[in-house]
């Protein structure tokens, strides 16, 4: 008797595990991949940050678009032995940001983490899909529950549980889906632009003289310094250096912005580098290193960005070089595909 109530437990317990499973799988194949050139790899980006070894990267740099379309870690890596990532999200606001770092740091246990500020001075709303584009992908636990039901995101009670179990929310896409949604949904690996979005396209800088334009009222707002505050008081605890930095951005930023975000750097005796203020000393042009006349970077102005940028991080902050370490050996294959999809790219522009 004892033997068949055994059998018995151990047949559901295998039922219950292989529902969650199926329920998981199917789960990830509902969800939107975001990953055409319009939604910018979203899927990518953030599930490839899980497929990093866990504790194997230096750097995370944090932010909205202007990151992953502005930095290329490939390029630190082929300049410098830099193990870093770009762990961002669409049009993301600083309350993302914070709930990203913490996700972030139950994987890694990085040397430095930079932030991008352009976000600081941005009070209002992000759109669903933008929300959705980080929550989605992020694993299901503590922080991502703590984070949908934060009053700051004005999620209602039916939204909270579309975040928690995405399915209710993309249940009708079943005529929406393709081989991209079903591969995705059970194929895992790392991402080899390390959470770059790489385009080739150029079309020059519309906004001239963008920073004189006047930006004189404005500042890093309430919600904005809340999340902040929260942001930079996890990297004192964690004890990680932070660094403040602006990357080139004719659509959105001024002198004006650079002067208060050098005074709320000040306050919190923080560094800032404002790469808007010195394009020329590092060889970037407008008219040819943006991919959308000034809003975002294309692969080239990202890699003039990170050349310059990696190296005065590996020297200020000590940086390792991880070249020598056969634990990163794959990065080597990261970079030759890097450089081969980029010749693809532009071969694919040629061509058009």
């Known amino acids: 008797m004892k033997n068949k109530s055994g059998k018995i437990i151990i047949r559901v317990i295998c039922f219950l ?45 944090m932010g909205n678009s202007d990151v992953y379309r502005g930095i290329s870690p490939i390029k630190m890596w082929d300049e410098y032995g830099i193990a ?3 762990y961002v999200s669409s049009g993301q606001r600083m309350w993302v940001a914070y709930y990203m770092l913490v996700e972030c740091l139950k994987y890694q246990t990085p040397d430095l983490i930079v932030l991008n500020m352009d976000s600081a001075f941005n009070e209002s709303d992000a759109s669903e899909s933008n929300y959705r584009k980080a929550f989605d992908n992020m694993k299901f636990g503590k ?48 991402f080899a632009y390390k959470g770059m979005d790489m385009v080739v396209e150029r079309q020059p800088n519309k906004y001239e003289n963008y920073m004189s334009r006047d930006h004189s009222k404005e500042f890093v707002g309430e919600k904005c ?28 930023w001024s002198k004006d912005l650079s002067d208060r975000t050098y005074e709320f750097a000040k306050k919190y ?48 902050y000590n940086i390792p070089n991880r070249k020598e370490d056969p634990k990163y050996s794959s990065w080597y294959q990261a970079s030759k595909k890097y450089h081969k999809d980029k010749k693809k790219l532009e071969k694919e522009l040629k061509n058009k």
């Open 17 to 61: 595990l292989l529902g969650i499973i199926f329920f998981g799988i199917i789960t990830n194949i509902m969800i939107p991949k975001w990953i055409t050139p319009l939604d910018n790899r979203m899927s990518y980006i953030i599930q490839g940050f899980y497929e990093e070894p866990k504790n194997s990267l230096d750097v995370i740099f």
């Open 84 to 86: 870093s990532y770009n």
């Open 225 to 252: 310094s809340k999340y902040l505050d929260k942001f930079i008081n996890l990297c004192k605890e964690k004890n990680i250096n932070l660094l403040l930095i602006e990357i080139p951005s004719a659509e959105s």
């Open 143 to 190: 922080n991502k529950i703590e984070a949908v039901t934060d009053p700051v995101f004005k999620n209602t009670n039916d939204q909270i549980f579309s975040y928690i179990f995405p399915i209710a929310r993309y249940h009708s896409r079943w005529s929406e889906l393709t081989s991209d949604d079903f591969e995705k949904a059970i194929k895992r690996e790392k």
């Open 269 to 316: 005796d923080l560094d800032f580098i404002d790469m808007n203020l010195n394009p020329k000393e590092f060889g970037f042009n407008w008219k040819t290193d943006t991919c959308d006349e000034g809003d975002h970077l294309n692969v080239y102005g990202a890699e003039k960005v990170s050349k310059y940028l990696g190296k005065i991080i590996q020297e200020k």
